[in-house]
């Protein structure tokens, strides 16, 4: 019993040499535009339009060109390789290695798409003897509502930055939680700004509250530089009483407001991500080439402490630390313009990916593949080469 | 074409409606429940329950003074701009009315009790963006055009809280710290100085009929203002304050004292030695100076991302400029050691040699390269071999003074 034919032809068309050609050639091409791309609009904007998406437009001057996004070319050059290289190719010993490798790079798609959707990057800035026991996002923000606790612990309640993120206006999101004694009321999420005070000869564009207001500055094309603020009300739900404030980025100390005689903090901050460990950084040693102050490699001492027990780990450029599920790389140091002498701090990447080792077991899979094709080939080659004795 | 096209306009509006909506949706009115609370323990972190408005947004200062944006490693701490502050102390004068400090006003005054005239100081760590941008920053909100380097260097200087301060007097239109205010025959009057480790501002603002009789109180203020670990302070001394109404002008009636003053661009500052004269802009360069006898002596600073195509092959191409034999990587330890930008540098010297393609002029170089963080710095002296040797003294302490902005 054969396909229906436009099934068969549909298949074909899936599984055939050219669209694979056809997919990698668009990946080189969409490679190449965003590399363009990211020198006018930033790494984050570019991954986002040309890698995170189906479609996508790339504008020549006047001209708009529609292409795909390496999303979906990535999706169907994944299906394109099941049907062709897996399904649909010949089996046999000739084809054994390249049915290997072609398992390899289904590998290395499927690491890029876990990658993609499930995993967590941030970093944890520490000055010598400081602590932390969570990384923060270098571009997402989230509104947090702290409750202290007797213990010393605090109570967190979290608004991720899809929940007000699109407030450009005076109308609020309001939030609420059966857990809390009031709701909050946002309004005009600015994504990057700076918080002034009002003076006699200031004019602001936006409400002034407790002496400042927020003046709207342009984005920044590296988003990580932006610094959002948010305007803030609490409203208790006894009462109706309104406490209102500006939350910003980059605040030192949470928005404090008193509700039945209890005290929440309201703060907005990066995106924290808990690590089931605390990481306090001993010593960051910095080493200079002889006579020059240029440095030829960092590293930081770090105790890990997790459930009782602690450990000392140095991480340096290239040797992070692997601990449950999440690496710590050495990224970098500062402050820049630090003199000889002044604290240092250090910067060190987190990254929680689940696919973390499998772009390794990928390539091993796929030199396997590729050493089990040559060297069958080059049997093939000698053998043809070596003259027959009876 | 479609034989019937009305038949499916319905389904057409719907879907454009559809679109419209989602495009023009500004997240109005909307309500959301929070997700389940979770406990954390707040390790390295200490929470303030009582922080003011000013302690809490106090980290924005620097954006305020016109320093760059955040910085990426915003999780970072953040040195307390206001320290420099905090032991200060002043004489209100009679008639003003002292306010709350606020953030960026360390002290802060109505002045002769007009609310629409202010005078406050402002105090930061660093150079704030230098002094440059600070008084044309002042210019702009005065909508007046920007000051050259010369004609800044020119505005008169006074002594005040222990270092040396530029005196400004400016009027114009005023449009406001965000440019967008209307106030026609606003006076500035301000002080600024600024240095490398902290800077402080007293702007003296308001209509010109309220600011021309409140010169004498403003110089009063100024010169109450001493920071306790200075030992006392300093009077505006003999620098007359300009007389009412005569501010427009801007001119400055005493020239600075030459050597002294801190100059810079937007990626370096700097103090120019005695007797160097400054030339005209440069592709790459951020400042090129003339000095010895006839000017024959070029002096020229540039800054360069990263390492700038590296040290030796910089050192290397100066060496092709002069026909001198290229360096080796061994020569590099040998080369001698001078400060520049706040790091340790390298500096060479080289003579004209055969095949040099530099000016007729350049009989010998002195260049000396520091490597920052991120930057490199690269600072050339050329001319006649006397001449040069001549300056070394001067370069040493201009390339001391280097400093690279954030």
């Given at each position: 019993?054969?396909a229906?034919?436009?099934?068969?032809?549909?298949l074909?068309?899936l599984?055939?040499?050219?669209?694979?050609c056809?997919?990698l050639?668009?990946?080189?091409l969409?490679?190449?535009l965003?590399?363009?791309?990211?020198v006018?609009?930033?790494?984050?904007?570019v991954?986002?339009?040309?890698?995170?998406?189906?479609?996508?437009?790339?504008?020549v001057?006047?001209?708009s060109?529609?292409l795909?996004?390496?999303?979906l070319?990535?999706?169907?050059?994944?299906?394109?390789?099941?049907l062709?290289?897996?399904?649909r190719i010949?089996?046999?010993?000739?084809?054994?290695g390249?049915l290997v490798?072609h398992v390899?790079?289904?590998?290395l798609?499927?690491?890029g798409w876990?990658?993609?959707?499930?995993?967590e990057?941030?970093?944890v800035?520490?000055?010598?003897?400081?602590s932390?026991?969570?990384f923060?996002?270098y571009?997402r923000?989230?509104?947090?509502i702290?409750q202290?606790?007797e213990d010393g612990?605090l109570?967190e309640?979290v608004?991720p930055?899809?929940?007000f993120?699109?407030l450009?206006g005076a109308s609020?999101?309001?939030?609420r939680?059966?857990?809390?004694?009031?709701?909050?009321?946002?309004?005009?999420f600015?994504?990057n700004?700076r918080?002034l005070p009002?003076?006699?000869?200031?004019?602001a564009?936006?409400p002034v509250v407790?002496?400042?207001f927020?003046?709207a500055?342009?984005v920044e094309k590296?988003?990580?530089?932006?610094?959002a603020a948010?305007?803030a009300?609490?409203?208790?739900r006894?009462g109706?009483?309104r406490?209102?404030?500006?939350?910003y980025?980059?605040s030192?100390q949470p928005?404090?407001v008193?509700?039945g005689?209890?005290e929440?903090?309201?703060?907005?901050r990066?995106e924290h991500y808990?690590?089931?460990?605390t990481?306090?950084l001993?010593?960051?040693?910095?080493q200079?080439?002889?006579?020059?102050?240029?440095p030829k490699?960092?590293?930081?001492?770090v105790?890990?402490?997790e459930?009782g027990?602690?450990?000392?780990?140095?991480?340096?450029?290239?040797?992070?630390?692997r601990q449950?599920?999440?690496v710590?790389y050495q990224?970098?140091?500062?402050?820049?313009?630090?003199?000889?002498?002044?604290?240092l701090f250090?910067?060190?990447?987190?990254?929680?990916?689940?696919a973390?080792?499998?772009p390794?077991y990928a390539?091993i899979?796929?030199a396997?593949?590729?050493?089990?094709h040559f060297?069958?080939?080059?049997?093939?080659?000698?053998?043809?080469?070596?003259?027959r004795?009876? | 074409?479609?034989?019937?096209p009305?038949?499916?306009a319905?389904?057409?509006?719907a879907g454009?409606?559809?679109v419209?909506?989602?495009?023009?949706?500004?997240?109005?009115s909307?309500?959301l429940?929070l997700g389940?609370?979770h406990?954390?323990?707040p390790?390295?972190?200490?929470?303030r329950?009582?922080a003011?408005?000013?302690?809490?947004?106090g980290i924005s200062?620097?954006d305020f003074?016109?320093?760059?944006?955040?910085?990426a490693?915003?999780g970072?701490?953040?040195?307390?701009?206001l320290?420099a502050?905090?032991?200060?102390h002043w004489?209100?004068?009679?008639g003003?009315?002292e306010?709350?400090p606020?953030?960026?006003?360390d002290a802060?005054f109505?002045?002769a009790?007009?609310?629409?005239?202010e005078?406050?100081l402002?105090?930061?760590?660093g150079?704030?963006g230098g002094l440059?941008a600070n008084i044309?920053?002042?210019?702009?909100?005065l909508?007046?055009?920007?000051l050259?380097?010369?004609e800044?260097?020119?505005?008169?200087?006074?002594?005040?809280l222990g270092?040396?301060?530029v005196?400004v007097?400016?009027?114009?239109?005023?449009t406001g710290?965000?440019?967008?205010?209307?106030?026609?025959n606003?006076?500035?009057?301000g002080l600024?100085?600024?240095q490398?480790e902290h800077?402080?501002?007293l702007?003296?603002?308001?209509?010109?009929?309220?600011?021309?009789?409140?010169?004498?109180?403003?110089r009063a203020l100024?010169?109450s203002?001493?920071?306790?670990?200075?030992?006392?302070?300093?009077?505006?001394?003999e620098?007359?304050?300009?007389?009412?109404g005569a501010?427009?002008?801007?001119?400055?009636?005493?020239?600075?004292?030459?050597?002294?003053?801190v100059q810079s661009?937007a990626?370096?500052?700097w103090?120019?030695?005695t007797g160097?004269?400054r030339?005209?802009?440069?592709?790459?360069r951020?400042?090129?100076y003339?000095?010895g006898?006839?000017?024959k002596v070029?002096?020229?600073?540039?800054?360069l991302?990263?390492e700038g195509g590296?040290?030796l092959a910089?050192?290397?191409?100066?060496c092709?400029?002069?026909?001198?034999p290229?360096?080796?990587d061994?020569?590099?330890a040998?080369?001698e050691?001078v400060?520049?930008?706040?790091v340790?540098g390298?500096?060479?010297r080289?003579?004209?040699?055969?095949g040099a393609?530099a000016?007729?002029n350049?009989e010998r170089l002195?260049g000396?390269?520091?490597?920052?963080p991120?930057?490199s710095?690269?600072?050339?002296?050329?001319g006649?071999?006397d001449?040069v040797?001549?300056?070394?003294a001067?370069?040493?302490?201009?390339?001391?003074s280097?400093r690279?902005?954030p």
């Amino acid at each position: 019993m054969t396909a229906p034919r436009p099934l068969r032809w549909l298949l074909d068309a899936l599984s055939s040499f050219w669209l694979s050609c056809t997919l990698l050639l668009l990946l080189a091409l969409l490679t190449w535009l965003g590399t363009l791309e990211q020198v006018s609009n930033g790494l984050f904007e570019v991954q986002r339009k040309y890698f995170e998406s189906l479609f996508l437009v790339h504008r020549v001057g006047p001209v708009s060109i529609p292409l795909p996004g390496a999303t979906l070319v990535m999706a169907v050059l994944f299906l394109n390789l099941i049907l062709g290289g897996i399904v649909r190719i010949r089996k046999g010993a000739s084809t054994l290695g390249i049915l290997v490798t072609h398992v390899g790079i289904l590998m290395l798609l499927l690491a890029g798409w876990v990658k993609a959707y499930s995993s967590e990057d941030g970093h944890v800035t520490l000055f010598e003897g400081q602590s932390a026991n969570t990384f923060q996002s270098y571009n997402r923000w989230e509104l947090a509502i702290l409750q202290p606790l007797e213990d010393g612990k605090l109570r967190e309640t979290v608004a991720p930055q899809e929940d007000f993120e699109r407030l450009a206006g005076a109308s609020p999101v309001t939030l609420r939680s059966a857990e809390l004694p009031f709701t909050v009321e946002l309004t005009r999420f600015t994504p990057n700004a700076r918080v002034l005070p009002k003076g006699p000869m200031v004019k602001a564009q936006l409400p002034v509250v407790e002496g400042y207001f927020v003046d709207a500055l342009p984005v920044e094309k590296e988003i990580e530089n932006n610094v959002a603020a948010v305007y803030a009300a609490v409203v208790e739900r006894e009462g109706g009483a309104r406490h209102e404030s500006i939350l910003y980025g980059l605040s030192r100390q949470p928005w404090t407001v008193t509700v039945g005689g209890r005290e929440y903090g309201l703060e907005l901050r990066r995106e924290h991500y808990p690590m089931p460990f605390t990481v306090e950084l001993d010593d960051f040693e910095k080493q200079d080439y002889p006579r020059l102050d240029m440095p030829k490699s960092f590293s930081s001492a770090v105790t890990i402490a997790e459930a009782g027990t602690r450990r000392q780990v140095t991480i340096s450029m290239n040797e992070p630390l692997r601990q449950e599920g999440l690496v710590l790389y050495q990224a970098s140091w500062g402050p820049s313009n630090a003199r000889p002498g002044d604290p240092l701090f250090s910067t060190l990447a987190v990254v929680r990916n689940p696919a973390d080792r499998y772009p390794l077991y990928a390539c091993i899979v796929i030199a396997t593949g590729l050493v089990l094709h040559f060297a069958r080939r080059l049997v093939r080659h000698v053998r043809s080469q070596t003259p027959r004795t009876a | 074409m479609p034989r019937r096209p009305l038949r499916r306009a319905p389904l057409t509006l719907a879907g454009l409606a559809l679109v419209c909506g989602l495009a023009c949706d500004d997240g109005g009115s909307r309500e959301l429940e929070l997700g389940p609370s979770h406990e954390v323990e707040p390790v390295g972190r200490t929470i303030r329950w009582d922080a003011s408005p000013a302690e809490r947004h106090g980290i924005s200062a620097q954006d305020f003074a016109g320093a760059k944006g955040a910085s990426a490693t915003a999780g970072a701490p953040a040195p307390d701009a206001l320290a420099a502050a905090e032991q200060l102390h002043w004489t209100t004068p009679p008639g003003w009315v002292e306010q709350p400090p606020a953030m960026f006003r360390d002290a802060n005054f109505l002045v002769a009790g007009d609310p629409s005239a202010e005078c406050y100081l402002s105090t930061f760590g660093g150079d704030a963006g230098g002094l440059d941008a600070n008084i044309n920053r002042w210019r702009g909100q005065l909508s007046l055009p920007p000051l050259g380097a010369a004609e800044i260097a020119e505005l008169p200087r006074v002594p005040w809280l222990g270092a040396e301060a530029v005196l400004v007097d400016f009027q114009g239109r005023w449009t406001g710290m965000t440019g967008d205010e209307q106030a026609e025959n606003r006076r500035l009057v301000g002080l600024l100085q600024v240095q490398t480790e902290h800077s402080a501002f007293l702007k003296m603002i308001g209509p010109a009929e309220v600011i021309d009789g409140q010169l004498e109180a403003f110089r009063a203020l100024a010169d109450s203002f001493h920071a306790g670990h200075e030992g006392g302070h300093d009077a505006l001394a003999e620098v007359a304050l300009p007389a009412a109404g005569a501010a427009a002008a801007a001119a400055p009636a005493t020239a600075a004292a030459a050597g002294a003053d801190v100059q810079s661009t937007a990626a370096l500052s700097w103090r120019a030695p005695t007797g160097w004269t400054r030339g005209p802009p440069k592709p790459m360069r951020e400042v090129t100076y003339f000095s010895g006898e006839g000017r024959k002596v070029e002096c020229s600073a540039t800054v360069l991302d990263g390492e700038g195509g590296g040290l030796l092959a910089n050192l290397n191409r100066w060496c092709g400029q002069m026909g001198a034999p290229p360096l080796a990587d061994a020569d590099l330890a040998g080369l001698e050691r001078v400060q520049v930008a706040g790091v340790e540098g390298v500096l060479v010297r080289l003579e004209r040699g055969a095949g040099a393609t530099a000016d007729a002029n350049a009989e010998r170089l002195l260049g000396v390269v520091g490597r920052l963080p991120g930057r490199s710095v690269f600072v050339k002296l050329t001319g006649p071999r006397d001449a040069v040797d001549g300056q070394r003294a001067a370069l040493l302490q201009f390339c001391d003074s280097l400093r690279v902005l954030p």
